[in-house]
């Protein structure tokens, strides 16, 4: 379920419920017997009916933001470059972690799902969809962070310069934790000043991941949404 919105004036009347209840009977006379949702993690209103129709909580995440507001003109740090090959991929797989419900979810097998995550992430560096940036540290590769141009957020800020979605960022799992800050802190400074045509940043991140939030915020990132998602299995 992408969006369920009732308008205001007919609010308190249980009109989501039974929205939310003939959804399901729709979707089941389709075969359907998994249904995902993300809410408001403060909208305890649609939480208490999607859980009173069988919805059960996975997961929360965050998603946190980097206004740019002034851009500095600097030279590039000559040890992060875009990649060109994703050959090393598979030594940052274990430190792979996306806020995606299923990977919670104990109904379904979270090693196939990471997986082919990780695969289609290569996949799509491949084809230039997304784009990569990776870091060495003596010549070795410690730091990767991935991203892409968010089209629908610029639009639905109306805004003239870019929004970046950040999706990953991955350090060396053998790295020691103050090298890991510095990696991800050297990174997130790089992708600032190499994309001067750009108004924010964005990255969605598993609540649980507390690592690489309190490192977002060490560098300038805000809390701007805290979502969870429910399941309902048939």
């Known amino acids: 379920i992408t969006l369920l919105v009732i308008n205001p004036e007919f609010r308190g009347k249980n009109l989501g419920k039974f929205l939310i209840k003939n959804g399901i009977k729709f979707l089941n006379s389709r075969e359907v017997n ?20 069988g919805f059960r909580f996975q997961m929360i995440w965050h998603i946190m933001r980097y206004f740019i507001k002034d851009f500095e003109v600097t030279s590039p740090n000559k040890d992060i470059e875009p990649i060109t090959t994703t ?19 104990k109904n379904f097998n979270s090693k196939v799902i990471k997986q082919y995550l990780f695969d289609r992430l290569i996949s799509l560096i491949i ?5 990569a940036l990776s870091y060495r540290m003596n010549k070795k590769i410690v730091g990767i962070i991935t991203y892409q141009y968010d089209d629908l957020s610029k639009k639905a800020l109306g ?19 103050a090298l890991k800050e510095k990696v991800i802190t050297t990174i997130l400074s790089e992708i600032k000043k190499r994309n001067f045509d750009t108004i924010l940043l964005e990255m969605w991140v598993n609540a649980d ?11 300038g990132f805000k809390l701007s949404y805290s979502g969870l998602y429910l399941h309902r299995k048939e």
């Open 209 to 219: 991941n507390p690592f690489l939030l309190q490192n977002l915020e060490k560098n």
């Open 87 to 105: 050959t090393f991929f598979e030594k940052f797989y274990s430190d792979f972690d996306r806020p995606f419900s299923l990977l919670k979810d």
């Open 159 to 177: 805004i003239d310069k870019k929004v970046i979605k950040i999706l990953d960022i991955l350090t060396l799992p053998s790295l020691e934790k």
């Open 34 to 53: 998994y249904i995902t949702v993300g809410t408001d993690v403060y909208n305890i209103p649609a939480i208490r009916d999607y859980e009173e129709c």
């Open 127 to 131: 084809q230039g969809k997304i784009m």
